[in-house]
């Protein structure tokens, strides 16, 4: 069974530019939460989508934005890139959305850095 | 919001001895209490969760207890070995799942030959 895939894995871009992530949960998974990595700020939450909404939002800009597609794919876009937004972006999948007892499985990561 | 914090933030073991992390939440409400292994270039990986309906759960060298009055939890490796070296996070949620986590700041954990 495949894992969770997060495409790119490098990223390098611009201050001013956007950036847009993907990722593909595991089959089957239709709960997609986005994390933030970085050495001062450690991991922090960014949204949680399924079937389609976005059901909560951490403590982010209205630059980070997502979204979530019918297959459960999900993107996350940063718009007007600052040189903090240099980070792992860290995608998780869970199996359901609405029950308790799941368990998040994470990607590995697309790493962006803001030059 | 829900604040973890972790302590230490670096480990350093001999193979073959135990290894204990601490973390303390401040939302009584948190109900999920998972830990993540995470090694250089991968994502967090979860080796161990436990509910707080639930005061202890082991998994063969790994355990975690929970205190809810004291809001804290505990991850303890046992006998040790090179390959556990890793930053390993604990985190928390309320939602009951892992939907929404906050995160501790992470341990480093060293296992020396």
């Known amino acids: 069974k495949a894992g969770v895939t997060q495409t790119p894995r490098y990223l390098i871009k611009t201050r001013g530019q956007q950036v847009t992530l993907s990722c593909s949960p595991i089959?089957?998974?239709?709960?997609v939460s986005w994390y933030q990595q970085t050495p001062g700020q450690g991991l922090q939450f960014l949204f949680e989508?399924?079937?389609?909404?976005?059901?909560n939002k951490g403590n982010f800009p209205g630059r980070f934005s997502g979204r979530q597609f019918s297959n459960s794919r999900s993107e996350m876009n940063v718009s007007t890139l600052e040189l903090g937004d240099s980070a792992l972006y860290l995608c998780?999948?869970?199996?359901?959305?609405?029950?308790?007892?799941?368990?998040?499985?994470f990607g590995q990561g697309t790493r962006l850095t803001v030059v | 919001g829900e604040n973890v914090e972790q302590h230490p933030s670096t480990l350093s073991v001999q193979e073959g001895d135990s290894a204990v992390i601490k973390c303390t939440y401040s939302?009584?409400?948190?109900?999920?209490f998972p830990w993540y292994k995470q090694e250089l270039g991968k994502g967090p990986q979860l080796i161990i969760d436990?509910?707080?309906?639930?005061g202890e759960k082991k998994d063969q060298r790994i355990a975690v207890t929970l205190n809810k009055t004291a809001k804290h939890f505990s991850l303890h490796i046992t006998e040790t070995q090179p390959e556990d070296s890793a930053v390993y996070f604990c985190?928390?949620?309320?939602?009951?799942?892992?939907?929404?986590?906050?995160f501790g700041s992470g341990t480093q954990l060293t296992v020396l030959p």
């Open positions: 998780a999948s869970s199996p359901r959305g609405t029950d308790t007892n799941t368990e998040a499985f």
């Open positions: 089959s089957g998974h239709r709960s």
């Open positions: 989508y399924f079937s389609e909404t976005q059901r």
């Open positions: 939302d009584s409400a948190s109900n999920y």
């Open positions: 436990i509910r707080s309906n639930v």
């Open positions: 985190a928390a949620s309320i939602s009951g799942s892992a939907r929404q986590l906050t």
